[in-house]
T-cell receptor, first 110, second 114 residues
Framework: SQQGEEDPQALSIQEGENATMNCSYK?????LQWYRQNSGRGLVHLIL?????REKHSGRLRVTLDTSKKSSSLLITASRAADTASYFC??????????FGAGTILRVKS | EPEVTQTPSHQVTQMGQEVILRCVPI?????FYWYRQILGQKVEFLVS????????KSEIFDDQFSVERPDGSNFTLKIRSTKLEDSAMYFC????????????FGNGTRLTVT
């Protein structure tokens, strides 16, 4: 079955630095999505990258997908204190079920 | 911007009781989901719902659980005979077409079973 593994589990950086989070998965996917969760709140969709895409940008976010290695990365450039949150990758298997990774807790210090 | 709304935000119940968690998905969305997140753990898929029937469910979603769309706007999750291990955040989500589209999540219901 699909499993999403993320690393690092936690990341602490200074404001202005870049943050990189990685995600690996096991089985074929339709797409891979990244979500953000502020403490005690719902998940907010950040970006979706389809299985035939290799890179996607949205504002300060850059996502890559390597289907041969079954891995993805999320880069947040010029981080801000407000970026402090948990970040989850989620794999859409063929069908409509999203399987989430364990998440990376990002702390941006001002 | 339209939102998925969930009520209540926090529900406390005694073991063995039944609870109903309510959700109002975004109005033009066709696919509905329930996920749960036990404190400090992964977000886990429970069930997906389309065209008034379950389209997929996980191993967690056993006979204790049921979902319903009682009218054109609400989507409910019923948990019968609650157990301590049912304590978690329960998230409702919806999307437009069920594939290659982002999920829109509500803010969740924190269920505490005592």
């Amino acid at each position: 079955s699909q499993q999403g593994e993320e690393d690092p589990q936690a990341l602490s950086i200074q404001e202005g630095e870049n943050a990189t989070m990685n995600c690996s998965y096991k089985t074929s996917i339709n797409n891979l999505q990244w979500y953000r969760q502020n403490s005690g709140r719902g998940l907010v969709h950040l970006i979706l990258i389809r299985s035939n895409e290799r890179e996607k940008h949205s504002g300060r976010l850059r996502v890559t997908l390597d289907t041969s290695k079954k891995s993805s990365s999320l880069l947040i450039t010029a981080s801000r204190a407000a970026d402090t949150a948990s970040y989850f990758c989620a794999m859409e298997e063929y069908g409509n079920k999203l399987v989430f990774g364990a998440g990376t807790i990002l702390r941006v210090k001002s | 911007e339209p939102e998925v709304t969930q009520t209540p935000s926090h529900q406390v119940t005694q073991m063995g009781q039944e609870v109903i968690l309510r959700c109002v998905p975004i109005s033009n969305h066709l696919y509905f989901y329930w996920y749960r997140q036990i404190l400090g753990q992964k977000v886990e898929f429970l069930v997906s719902f389309y065209n008034n029937e379950i389209s997929e469910k996980s191993e967690i979603f056993d006979d204790q659980f049921s979902v319903e769309r009682p009218d054109g706007s609400n989507f409910t999750l019923k948990i019968r005979s609650t157990k301590l291990e049912d304590s978690a955040m329960y998230f409702c989500a919806s999307d437009m077409r069920g594939y290659n589209s982002p999920l829109h999540f509500g803010n969740g219901t924190r269920l505490t079973v005592t």
